[in-house]
């Protein structure tokens, strides 16, 4: 099976309990990044829901989400393991999240459909890039 790998960036603003859609560059996924907070804290511990879709509108269901990110400009990751997990079919916690500083701060999601490691599915890689 190929193996693809899809950036996708958006520049955003994450707050009052904001909902952002990142589509696909060539359409294949689309996911829709929650906070449900109404705006995003520093140096809290806090949770992020993702709703992931494939290029027909289908969750995307089994997949493996592995999280990372940081502040690019200073050079640093996140200063926690956020980690990912399905709580129904195409919809996806995010715990572990905190930030603990204001400026440029980037979150990845890095999803390979049907869960598994290698090479084996497509690897989409979600960039989601903020200011706090």
Do not use: Q
Request: hydrophobic letters at 40%.
């Amino acid at each position: 099976m190929r193996s693809v790998l899809l950036m996708l960036c958006v520049a955003v603003s994450l707050e009052a309990a904001g909902e952002v859609v990142v589509a696909g560059r060539e359409g294949r996924v689309s996911a829709t990044v929650l906070t449900g907070l109404d705006a995003l804290p520093l140096n809290t511990m806090h949770s992020w829901r993702v709703r992931l879709v494939d290029s027909d509108g289908e969750p995307l269901s089994g997949a493996r989400v592995e999280v990372g990110g940081g502040m690019p400009m200073h050079d640093h990751g996140l200063p926690t393991e956020p980690t990912a997990t399905e709580t129904e079919p195409g919809e996806y916690r995010v715990d572990g999240v905190r930030f603990h500083m204001h400026g440029h701060w980037e979150l990845t999601l890095e999803i390979r459909e049907g869960g598994g490691s290698g090479e084996s599915g497509d690897v989409d890689t979600v960039t989601i890039k903020f200011e706090l």
